[in-house]
């Protein structure tokens, strides 16, 4: 008969693979919400409540509480839902997810190969290919998982019949300049470093190990060494 210890165990077992899943569904349906346009349900459903959220975009810098991101991501979105010519689809691909020991925080990271289309006042709209990573802290909140801190990383942005190499060489007018967002943001840039020949790749985002609880590691948006 399996002693009350096995148990204990066993259900902690289960509670990491739902854990873990859930983990999963957010950020699935994050991908869907993004794709449409509607950041408002994105961060509503999605996000904590607690105020000290953080929002890195690539090279544009990070958003640092609830009022600043909602007044760039929402506020500032500007592709919103309704947007004629608008197309946006960042799948997500090679999870890896550490849940704390202590179960009230989780860390996961995702490569996310994607295709952009901006509408341009005036012109037809511009396709381009986008290819980045994702790196998430995730907090419990009563019995539900939520987005505590997203960073958003370029591995390359290129128009659709033009390779990242060219484009590294000599990016075309009308992608986004570096550093330019919807709203000032808060702060500057953790870590972002689009492809370039002449820069060999970093491991970034670091993967995560485990850990016990949230003191015992690093914000996804944190600066700090890469060390492995």
């Known amino acids: 008969m399996a002693s009350h210890t096995d148990y204990q165990a066993l259900l902690q077992r289960v509670q990491r693979i739902e854990d873990r899943n859930e983990i999963i569904q957010i950020m699935g349906r994050r991908a869907y919400y993004h794709s449409a346009g509607r950041h408002d349900l994105e961060i509503n459903e999605l996000w904590s409540s607690r105020d000290d959220i953080v929002f890195e975009a690539e090279d544009v810098?990070?958003?640092?509480?609830?009022?600043?991101?909602?007044?760039?991501?929402?506020?500032?979105?500007?592709f919103p839902s309704g947007t004629p010519g608008l197309l946006i689809e960042h799948t997500i691909t090679t999870p890896v997810i550490?849940?704390?020991?202590?179960?009230?925080?989780?860390?996961?990271?995702?490569?996310?190969?994607?295709?952009?289309?901006?509408?341009?006042?005036?012109?037809?709209?511009?396709?381009?290919?986008?290819?980045?990573?994702?790196?998430?802290?995730?907090?419990?909140?009563?019995s539900k998982w939520k987005i505590w801190h997203l960073h958003v990383l370029t591995t390359f942005r290129t128009p659709f019949d033009t390779d990242w190499v060219q484009t590294g060489l000599k990016k075309p007018e009308w992608l986004p300049k570096d550093g330019e967002g919807p709203t000032v943001s808060d702060r500057g840039v953790s870590f972002n470093e689009p492809y370039r020949h002449d820069r060999a790749p970093k491991l970034q985002p670091v993967p995560p190990e485990p850990y016990k609880k949230w003191e015992d590691t690093w914000s996804a948006t944190d600066f700090y060494e890469i060390t492995r």
Do not use: C, L
Not at 64 to 73: E, G
Not at 101 to 125: C, L, M, R, Y
């Open 61 to 78: 810098g990070a958003w640092t509480s609830q009022a600043t991101v909602r007044k760039a991501y929402i506020e500032g979105n500007p």
């Open 98 to 142: 550490e849940i704390a020991a202590d179960g009230q925080t989780a860390k996961g990271i995702w490569i996310s190969p994607g295709h952009e289309t901006f509408p341009v006042p005036g012109e037809n709209p511009k396709p381009h290919w986008m290819w980045g990573k994702y790196a998430v802290d995730f907090v419990k909140e009563g």
